[in-house]
């Protein structure tokens, strides 16, 4: 499992920092949040395949975190792509989408699946391809999930910004540990479908006996699954608290440093100051401080140094910084 940070500026791209975007690799997929402008080119940069299963988050409506969205889709057409695609976000992004169809020409001709999460009614919207003249379905959401998986789930929550916007968590399910080939050896366990089987954790009969992998010593028990929060763009809320709790890894939005505070007060921001907090009262591992002002191009280091003052573990994002979750 892989993070890779693909824009880290505030509002304005500048030389070594494309606006917002963030990708996870998990197994045979990638997951990203949000689409700055010229996302497109980062993506390829950062040598993610363009024909994989793709879910992307949109966390808001402005313009740094979602117009590179329409250009990648078009590319992904020119692409000849297949492989199947989600897309969630606030409401009318589907919307914005079929305006560009309408107006731009924008295609989609593989298989496109658009939510739209509709927070007051804690529905999902579902929009299949770009040419629904009405939702496919409405979907009811549960405990703040809206995608569930065997070995993932996507949750999310509502945070204050200027207009409505979403912060996000991947959850990973509870993964059983380290297989032992020798101990199915000795019990007469055949290599092949069976030892797939015991992997995951499932009970399986042979020669007319139960075979429970974990209490025979075949695989270890199940441990915790990973975390990593998002918060898009936002000032301090008790939400995120909430979303990102014991995160191995939190984003979080740095904008201003401590000395700019009441700015971004009024903007609906964070300092580096409130980044950390949040990563410290979550009890977060690690912190990553991203979306970061252009008025700090030369001297960004001094954001992270005002957030390990309060959470040491803090990393400044750059864009292509990889982190491999372990």
Known sequence: MELIILGSAAAIPIKNRNLSSIAIKFKNQTLIFDCGEDFQRKFAEASLKFNKPLKIFITHFHGDHIIGLPGFLFRLSLNDRTAPMMIFGPRNLFLYLFLHKKILGLKANYPITIFEIDHLNNELIEFEGLDSEEPKRTIKINDNII???????????????SIITFAYAFVEKPRYGKFNPIRAKDLNIPEGNLWKTLQEGEVIEINGKIIDPVK??????????????????MKPSNSLIDLGKDSDILIHEATFAKALAKIAEDKKHSTSIDAANDA??????????????????????????????????TVLAEDLLRITLK
Request: no cysteine.
């Open 280 to 313: 410290k009262k979550m009890n977060a591992k690690q912190l990553i401080l991203t979306h970061i002002s252009s008025r700090y191009q030369e001297d960004a280091i001094k954001l992270l140094e005002e957030a390990k003052e309060i959470f040491p573990n």
């Open 216 to 233: 025979e010593g075949i695989i270890s028990p199940k441990k915790p699954g990973r975390k990593i929060t998002y918060s898009g763009d």
């Open 147 to 161: 995608f569930d998986s065997k070995s993932f789930s996507m949750k999310y929550a509502l945070v204050e910004h």
